[in-house]
């Protein structure tokens, strides 16, 4: 499962509108988080304008 670093997401939504499993959604505070629907693709890693999804 993708990694979310809390410090550096913008909470832009980017890698919530990339994602095909929908697999990330943005949290109460914000922030971009990562359910067990992830699959590993990396197409949210790739949409990150800041690298804060590994």
Do not use: F, Q, R, W
Request: glycine share 14%.
């Amino acid at each position: 499962m993708k990694i979310v670093d809390k410090e550096t997401c913008l909470g832009c939504g980017a890698c919530e509108g990339e994602c095909p499993v929908g697999a990330i959604a943005l949290g109460d505070d914000g922030k971009a988080e990562v359910n067990d629907n992830c699959i590993e693709c990396g197409a949210c890693e790739s949409a990150c304008p800041v690298g804060a999804i590994s």
